[in-house]
């Protein structure tokens, strides 16, 4: 699965948990509910602003992890 697809998921799995719909969840980090739409169903490339906004609603936190080469 790649990288945008399990981002997508783990918003919507957060989402559906809080029982926000992805409307309510769009007004609330002031971001349009087709482009909520298409980074929940792994279509869209999301900016970090945009992931953001979501994450802060959602009460989730973006992290970075560097892997060992």
Same mark, same amino acid.
């Given at each position: 699965?790649? *990288?945008?697809?399990? =981002?997508?998921? %783990? ?9 926000? /719909?992805?409307?309510? +969840?769009?007004?609330? *980090?002031?971001?349009? =509910?087709?482009? %909520? ?9 999301? /900016?970090?602003?945009? +992931? ?18």
């Amino acid at each position: 699965m790649a *990288a945008i697809q399990k =981002i997508g998921q %783990l918003i919507q799995q957060r989402r559906d948990n809080m029982r926000v /719909t992805q409307k309510q +969840l769009a007004e609330m *980090a002031d971001i349009g =509910i087709n482009t %909520l739409y298409k980074i929940e169903t792994g279509q869209a490339n999301p /900016t970090l602003e945009s +992931l953001q906004r979501i994450t802060d609603v959602l009460g989730m936190e973006i992290t970075l992890q560097v892997k060992k080469v």
